[in-house]
T-cell receptor
Framework: RKEVEQDPGPFNVPEGATVAFNCTYSNSASQSFFWYRQDCRKEPKLLMSVYSSGNEDGRFTAQLNRASQYISLLIRDSKLSDSATYLCVVYTGGFKTIFGAGTRLFVKA | NAGVTQTPKFRILKIGQSMTLQCTQDMNHNYMYWYRQDPGMGLKLIYYSVGAGITDKGEVPNGYNVSRSTTEDFPLRLELAAPSQTSVYFC????????????FGEGSWLTVV
């Protein structure tokens, strides 16, 4: 079983749609959780951290369910510029940060 | 603010050749990393460093070496290149461990033929 698993997609959605990504992790002792965004042929960049109580940043909402060991990202009112790969990232302690393989999103006009 | 800078951006190597990927950061970060990213796969940690003079292996260190003589620089050496090392390489840094934001360089596309 992979330490961090994501649906690879791609998710093809029209502009204005709401789309949700899920991610599961295997290490119950994982400490911190993040979503990174990676544009085509670019480096990953932090999108947002994920807190136990859930958190929002504009059109983006992240949720963490420690009991079920999954993380979600909800994007509302999708824009063309949201097209990217979204990486689920889990910090398990020490030097160990695990990156998921990513979920690809295409937003169409 | 330059952040993390890595060179070269693209390189084609022949099997058996060696090369060094350069990485420097100007954020005074203690932790530095080298990852590789293969198509459809997550980032895999090659080596990491928690400070000048201290390096350690990550998940996939075979065929690579690193050094950390200064806080700023963390070069990655590929010895005896093999086709399996064809990948995108990212250098990254963070102020310390503990799940802080990881800042990446723009990536180096390496092809071994």
């Amino acid at each position: 079983r992979k330490e961090v698993e994501q649906d690879p997609g791609p998710f093809n959605v029209p502009e204005g749609a709401t789309v949700a990504f899920n991610c599961t992790y295997s290490n119950s002792a994982s400490q911190s959780f993040f979503w990174y965004r990676q544009d085509c042929r670019k480096e990953p960049k932090l999108l947002m951290s994920v807190y136990s109580s859930g958190n929002e940043d504009g059109r983006f909402t992240a949720q963490l369910n420690r009991a079920s060991q999954y993380i979600s990202l909800l994007i509302r009112d999708s824009k063309l510029s949201d097209s990217a790969t979204y990486l689920c990232v889990v910090y398990t302690g020490g030097f160990k940060t695990i990156f998921g393989a990513g979920t690809r999103l295409f937003v169409k006009a | 603010n330059a952040g993390v800078t890595q060179t070269p951006k693209f390189r084609i190597l022949k099997i058996g050749q060696s090369m060094t990927l350069q990485c420097t950061q100007d954020m005074n970060h203690n932790y530095m990393y080298w990852y590789r990213q293969d198509p459809g796969m997550g980032l895999k940690l090659i080596y990491y460093s928690v400070g000048a003079g201290i390096t350690d292996k990550g998940e996939v260190p075979n065929g690579y070496n690193v050094s950390r003589s200064t806080t700023e620089d963390f070069p990655l050496r590929l010895e005896l290149a093999a086709p399996s090392q064809t990948s995108v390489y990212f250098c990254a840094s963070t102020i310390q461990g503990g799940g802080n934001t990881i800042y990446f360089g723009e990536g180096s596309w390496l092809t071994v033929v």
